[in-house]
């Protein structure tokens, strides 16, 4: 009795299993494949009374594993559930509290309901099987993956070695550079190794139809279908991952992994994907195939548990490559701080997303809601979504810009050349920024738009079905986003285009030594200006950006120009010395006064004009000194690098010197210098003398002039005392030396004491003293 009891309930069971799955997701193959009808509500009531009648107690189950009815049981209504949970309409820790008791609920029903719902799978199998047998499927498993094998291996020795490779072979190069020469090759194999998969599966599927004929029963055609699913699937994502990582061909790897790091990545990665695309199909295949759900929710979850257990392994083992990766095998402090941010965020941000993803997914299953997308294959839609996108428009960019960066590398060798020629130690070139050109800014946008296209994949795989025009604070903070966005590349765009016309107005001007005279070659006009007019444009992008996401935002900004009104005006009654050097340098600039670069004198101090700001200026002194000055104190200021420089030096001679003869061999040595490979070029007027300019007690004073370049005038006077030491020494001229004659009385040269001998001789001093300060006042510095 008891036998015939539990046979009554199983089969009711079974029947209730099959009729009561949602149409989409539980379609039975057994009723296509038999053709059998589905009880009717009036047999299974049948069913369920004569179990009654015979003392047994009924509880029907649906496939979802919760109590559909029991015989004698009134079912609650909707008014008590909702009463039944106190905790729905409360905080959100009430409500989180409240979903993980509902989790809890239906994980220990669905624990309750798997021996039944074992029983029901295995009968379903038997059922839809051709033979009656589950070991069937096991057995159309095996045939297929044999096929395949057969297939792969067809592929690769009559299309890979005979048609492919010819192609893909011819195209290598020994060094691809950049993405404009990788690409093409990169997606050219790929292509071709998603047509050697292609080509395996028709052989498989030609070998299978000669060798076992057309299969007729449904459920092995659905089972065929999966498995031929997955291996195209799983051959495509190795193909992606070698597309990405080339751990076979360094020269065309896009990151910068060593060999070692990217066969390794290439083998965990290539492993876990086939892992995770079997796990998504086999659960497919048991849900579409109409088996019970509590079935479909354990297999499903336990099987992704697995793969994401070996998606952290991967993180865990591949962390530092990646990180390294990231950073382009550079060390932390060789990076910007975004950069460094991120290679050490990935890891533990990637690892709490797949743990929760898997929870969420196991909530999702226990809880019988719609899955979306899988969970690992949205992880590599993410993944894949960015490297396309970034891949795509950095092939776009070095297109365009590859015509600028050839002649950039032709500059750029020119100047290292020039530069080893004049250090051979070899000075490494000093990049102020890390966005120097617009390629640079062209790269920086696309990397952060294929953030926002991962970002967008991500949203997109988490809520499908999000409304973005509908939350408005949402809607306001994307248009800030962009609004910032575009300021960021206005910004930077202007600071490029001003940082080039500086350069292209430097390029030609000479660095001077330290501790030199100064007086070096200047900048243009337009160089001096341009750093000014570029701190007060960025500044009014900058202003203005912030203005608009201020407005988009719903601030009213017009109190704010009111407020910078009244602000100024205080400033300017306030800070009148302020006010007056803004102005004073203004109009000193704007009269081309000086420039940067050029030696000037204002009186007090002299020196290089090394940096121009809105209120001051700096001058370095060639011993060493930097004067920081306000322009608002300058009264006369002398230009000393302007036009042409005249250098007249002082020469002390003999009284017995013949001054003819003198300025015959000055006119000389001045056409010789101007065949000097050195300083020839830098004469305006050659070297000659002016004769006699002063009798002095014990020399004549003999001058002689030459004018040049500015700046150029301390390096032709040091050439000119040289040779003039040379010829005066090889002609017979001598030079005088100062002497102080001191008259005494008859009677007293004969007998001075000693204080009389020290009074002389503090007289003396102080005449040699004296004509030394009147030569050094003039100097022409």
Known sequence: MKSLIFRLCLLCFCVLGVISAPAAAQVSLYTSSKGEAAASEQALADAIRSASEAGASVIVIDSAGRVAGASGAAQPDEGSAASANPMGDGSQLMKAQSRVSEFVAALESRLAAMPYSVFEVQYILRQTSPDGRIVTYLEVLGINLVLLLIGRWLSVEIYGKRIARNYVVSRIKEAPRGYREKMPFLVFRFVMGVGGTLFAMIFAFIIGYLVFGRMEDLSIQFTTTAIFTAFFLIRTASDLWRMVLSPYLSQYRLPPFSDRDAKRLYVWAAVLAAYDISTVMFSTWVADFGLNYNVYAMVYGSLTAVGALGNLLMVLFNGRAISNAIRGNRSKEEVSWLLRLVSVSWAPVVIVYVSYSWLRLAFDLVLERPIPVPLMAGTYGIFMSVVIAY????????????????VQ????????????????????????????????????????????????????????????????????????????????????????????????????????????????????????????FRGAI???VV?????????????????????AGVVGLAVGFGSQTLVRDIFSGAFFLLDDAFRKGEYIDIGDVKGTVEKISVRSFQLRHHLGAL???????????????????????PLRVTYDTDVEKVRKLIKNLGQELLRDPVIGENFIQPLKSQGVIEMQDSAMIIRVKFMTKPGDQWLVRKKVYEEIRRLFAREGVKFAHREVTVRLADEQAQNLTPSQKEAVAGAVQAAIDEDVLDDMMEDDR
Do not use: C
């Open 409 to 532: 590398q032709m500059n750029e060798a020119l100047a290292q050349a020039e530069a080893d020629e004049a250090s051979p130690g070899g000075i490494a070139a000093h990049r102020n920024h890390p966005i120097a050109s617009f390629e640079d800014l062209a790269r920086r946008v696309a990397g952060i738009l294929a953030f926002v296209v991962g970002t967008y994949a991500l949203v997109l795989i988490w809520n499908p079905d999000m409304d973005w025009t509908g939350d408005l604070p949402l809607d306001r903070a994307l248009d800030v986003m962009v609004i910032i966005f575009l300021g960021y590349i206005v910004f930077h765009f202007f600071r490029i285009w001003i940082d080039s016309k500086i350069a292209e107005e430097t390029v030609d001007i000479p660095e001077g030594e330290l501790g030199d005279e100064g007086g070096v070659s200047s900048a243009s006009r337009l160089a001096t200006l341009l750093p000014l």
């Open 543 to 563: 202003v203005s950006i912030a203005l608009i996401a201020l407005m988009e935002i719903g601030i009213n900004v017009s109190p704010l120009f009111a407020g």
């Open 627 to 649: 004067h920081t000055i306000p322009f608002g104190e300058i009264k006369v200021l002398t230009n000393f690098s302007r036009d042409w420089v005249i250098m007249k030096l």
């Open 538 to 540: 960025l500044a009014v």
């Open 391 to 406: 891949g795509a428009m950095n092939y776009l960019l070095e297109r365009y810009f590859d015509r600028t960066r050839k």
